[in-house]
């Protein structure tokens, strides 16, 4: 079981918005920022958001981050067929003193 | 931009010790700029960060307590990489193992090593 929980799935159609969350508790997102990971089919994960709600350079402003209290969410806008993939979030854990993970959310275009 | 590059065999024999390595280009090992992670991933048990280390005035490394007691995590600076030694591994090993450099995410990840544990 993942320290962090997120929704095994979420799918929309081309050019829509889907919205992925990611619940922890006070010791990992309650304390402490968060990032997300897009993980393409047989590829390493790649930092898609960190700090909560910045993107590194490269990545689309289609992408969005946001928390509030031991909760976070990704936004995915205007989504598009590469979008596919399986979305991470992590954070830092107070108590076992290292980065945790969400179960992974798999997204699907229709 | 920093890249990493990832060896070490992908098959052992439970009991065995895994090591990888990885090597560091676009940075030091050694830089107080990022820290050097191990993660690994596997279907039963996700994504799992097993320690790192990092330099700031001295040489640091933390480890999960998943796996404290079995695992080394060693930088190299001669050879501008670093490495793990996770010991006396049993089939729940089996993962793909990922390095990865960043600061407070890990921004910077090598391709992966597909590692089975098979007696």
């Known amino acids: 079981q993942s320290v962090l929980t997120q929704p095994p799935s979420a799918s929309a159609t081309p050019g829509q918005r889907v919205t992925i969350s990611c619940s922890g508790s006070?010791?990992?997102?309650?304390?402490?920022?968060v990032n997300w990971y897009q993980q393409l089919p047989g590829t390493a994960p790649k930092l898609l958001i960190y700090?909560?709600?910045r993107r590194p350079s490269g990545v689309p402003d289609r992408f969005s981050g946001s928390k509030s209290g031991p909760s976070a969410s990704l936004a995915i806008s205007g989504l598009q067929s590469e979008d596919e993939a399986d979305y991470y979030c992590?954070?830092?854990?107070?108590?076992?003193?290292?980065?945790?993970f969400g179960g992974g959310t798999k997204v699907t275009v229709l | 931009q920093v890249q990493l590059h990832q060896s070490g065999p992908g098959l052992l024999k439970p009991s065995q010790t895994l090591s990888l390595t990885c090597a560091i280009s676009?940075?030091?090992?050694?830089?107080?700029?990022?820290?050097w992670n191990w993660i690994r991933q596997s279907p039963s048990r996700g994504l799992e960060w097993l320690g790192r280390?990092?330099?700031?005035?001295?040489?640091?490394?933390e480890y999960a307590v998943s796996v404290k007691g079995r695992i080394t995590i060693s930088p190299d600076t001669s050879n501008n990489q670093f490495s793990l030694h996770l010991g006396s591994v049993t089939p729940e090993d089996t993962a793909v193992y990922y390095c990865?450099?960043?600061?407070?995410?890990?921004?910077?990840w090598g391709p992966g090593t597909e590692v089975s544990v098979s007696s």
């Open positions: 676009g940075d030091r090992v050694s830089s107080n700029s990022l820290t």
């Open positions: 700090s909560d709600d």
């Open positions: 280390t990092y330099r700031t005035a001295q040489w640091y490394t």
């Open positions: 990865a450099g960043g600061l407070g995410s890990l921004r910077f």
């Open positions: 992590s954070s830092w854990d107070d108590s076992l003193s290292g980065p945790v």
């Open positions: 006070s010791p990992n997102i309650g304390s402490n920022t």
